[in-house]
């Protein structure tokens, strides 16, 4: 399923390239969001460690 959604998404981005300026302006945008704000920072990276956290505390009981 993840390959037909990238793909989908490459070929939009193929047909239309404007669509990658506005995508890479977003990120962009959101990355010097998070730089310039720490506790975003902080938030997104416990977003993204809460399942392998999750996975190893949880092979401590098994």
Do not use: C, K
Request: hydrophobic residues 70%.
């Amino acid at each position: 399923m993840m390959r037909i959604i990238f793909g989908a998404l490459l070929g939009l981005l193929v047909a239309f390239p404007a669509l990658g300026a506005i995508l890479l302006a977003t990120v962009g945008s959101v990355a010097v969001a998070a730089a310039t704000y720490p506790p975003l920072l902080a938030a997104a990276a416990g977003v993204w460690a809460w399942p392998r956290i999750t996975r190893r505390v949880r092979g401590w009981w098994a």
